[in-house]
């Protein structure tokens, strides 16, 4: 007979509330610890000490709960809803998820979204970590060990050449020069970094040009006041971007967020459709799939005729659908997005998107082909993307080899999955990129059957030499 399990205290903090609530979802699907543990791939005891209140999760642990529940994204939304700051009454009155309308339905409230607070040296980073039984997981650590040298020294995958990467030392820009052609010169310098080393030693640089911004902007009116309310909102897309492409997806959420507030300051339209499209983009990267396409559709609706930002939109949509299982919506969303990228008005296109071409919109169909399970067609996607990639996208490249790799595992190929894994962690090694890790993580899972394959030996070893161990 089976131990009871212990009593909660759901009203004892929002930890306690939300704890609760993930234990509840898990026993309405009839599920024991241990069977929703062969499913997530998470420590047993981490997810018993995060349902009875005693550890706050990752947003990882969540995001796993949620999808392996059918949750419809109902404890991701408590999670942040958490992390803002919102207080035990309100949580008590009612369920998050329906606290207030749709991003899609109510523009005229965009302005005003910034839901979660700046992190704290205290919060956690999500690393990979290889368990004593053989498996890989995400773990949180303190974000002030592990910026503090854990993360580094136990996981090549959080470095990058600084003296490479780096861009320089951030100061007010002299008088005799334009000081938003500045600090454009310094984004397109980030960006390029980004490309070839990977975003975690980029993070504090790019932050530390929006307090330059901050300040700048102070007496600042008309034109030039826009101007760099502009660009700080182009870095804070930016500063979005490096950490989803590290794995931190709240951090993500919360500066994608500001980036939206401040495109609506300046006055920038094209600007606000294409954070809308960012946070769809992110919202599949999160495995939301209601989110992705709602906010994608939003974006699409509020996109000037002409432009390449509905094109766009429709293309990131198209990942929610897959998501969702929808192979027909998908797909014809995916032709939608090529219409209305070839029926772009040369003059109009505009500055934002300018990397959607057919080439991009065919590796984001070969990530929803390989959700929706055709891993065939998948891979000869890929295969294609990644032949067609402009040299420079160092980090994208490792991205769409371990997405190839994971297609071929799920067609049975596993020595091929292997090969082009080992590629991909070589690339991860180098870059820092979660992206890549985390679809690795996933690839050596699956090919656990083929474990005594040499290839996939190999893979497997490299791999266990790359990440965390449990102590």
């Not at 009839?30 to 062969?38: D, E, F, P, V, W």
């Not at 009155?93 to 979660?116: D, E, F, N, Q």
């Not at 980073?125 to 773990?139: K, L, N």
């Not at 998948?378 to 490792?398: C, K, M, Q, S, V």
């Amino acid at each position: 007979m089976g131990q009871r399990p212990n009593e909660l205290t759901p009203h004892a903090s929002p930890l306690h509330h939300l704890g609760s609530n993930m234990r509840s979802w898990r026993d309405q699907r009839g599920l024991s610890l241990g069977k929703l543990k062969a499913r997530i791939r998470y420590d047993i005891s981490y997810m018993a000490r995060v349902e009875r209140g005693d550890q706050a999760p990752s947003e990882a642990l969540v995001q796993a709960y949620d999808q392996a529940l059918d949750a419809g994204g109902a404890l991701v939304g408590l999670f942040q809803e958490i992390h803002s700051g919102v207080a035990m009454g309100d949580l008590s009155r009612g369920h998050v998820a329906k606290a207030g309308p749709h991003v899609a339905k109510a523009p005229v409230a965009l302005a005003g979204v910034t839901g979660v607070e700046a992190m704290s040296d205290e919060e956690g980073v999500t690393v990979p970590c290889r368990t004593s039984d053989g498996r890989i997981i995400f773990v949180s650590v303190p974000r002030r060990i592990f910026l503090g040298g854990l993360g580094a020294a136990a996981a090549s995958i959080a470095s990058a050449p600084l003296a490479e990467a780096g861009a320089p030392t951030p100061r007010i820009p002299v008088v005799d020069r334009n000081p938003v052609e500045h600090l454009q010169a310094i984004r397109r310098v980030l960006i390029d970094s980004d490309n070839l080393f990977g975003p975690r030693q980029l993070i504090p640089k790019v932050q530390e040009q929006i307090h330059v911004i901050t300040a700048l902007r102070e007496g600042k009116r008309g034109t030039d006041r826009r101007q760099l309310l502009q660009v700080q909102t182009q870095f804070a897309e930016l500063c979005g971007w490096f950490h989803q492409d590290a794995g931190d997806h709240r951090a993500a959420q919360y500066w994608t967020d500001r980036a939206l507030q401040w495109s609506h300051m300046a006055g920038d339209p094209d600007l606000t459709v294409y954070i809308l499209a960012r946070k769809s983009q992110l919202a599949g990267d999160m495995r939301d799939a209601i989110e992705a396409v709602d906010v994608a559709e939003a974006a699409e609706d509020a996109a000037r005729p002409g432009t390449r930002l509905a094109a766009v939109s429709a293309t990131y949509a198209a990942h929610g659908h897959a998501l969702r299982g929808d192979s027909r919506e998908c797909m014809r969303s995916y032709d939608h997005a090529r219409e209305l990228l070839h029926a772009m008005d040369g003059n109009q296109a505009g500055s934002w998107g300018v990397w959607l071409d057919d080439a991009y919109i065919d590796v984001q169909r070969a990530r929803s082909l390989s959700v929706l399970g055709d891993h065939q067609a998948a891979a000869e996607g890929f295969r294609t993307a990644i032949a067609a990639l402009p040299a420079g996208y160092h980090r994208d490249h490792g991205v769409y080899l371990a997405r190839e790799a994971l297609a071929h595992a799920g067609s049975r190929d596993a020595e091929q999955a292997a090969i082009i894994g080992l590629q991909a962690l070589n690339i991860g090694n180098e870059t820092g990129s979660a992206r890549i890790l985390s679809e690795l993580a996933r690839l050596d899972s699956d090919l656990n059957r083929w474990r005594t394959v040499p290839s996939v030996q190999e893979f497997r070893d490299a791999l266990n030499a790359s990440v965390l161990h449990e102590a």
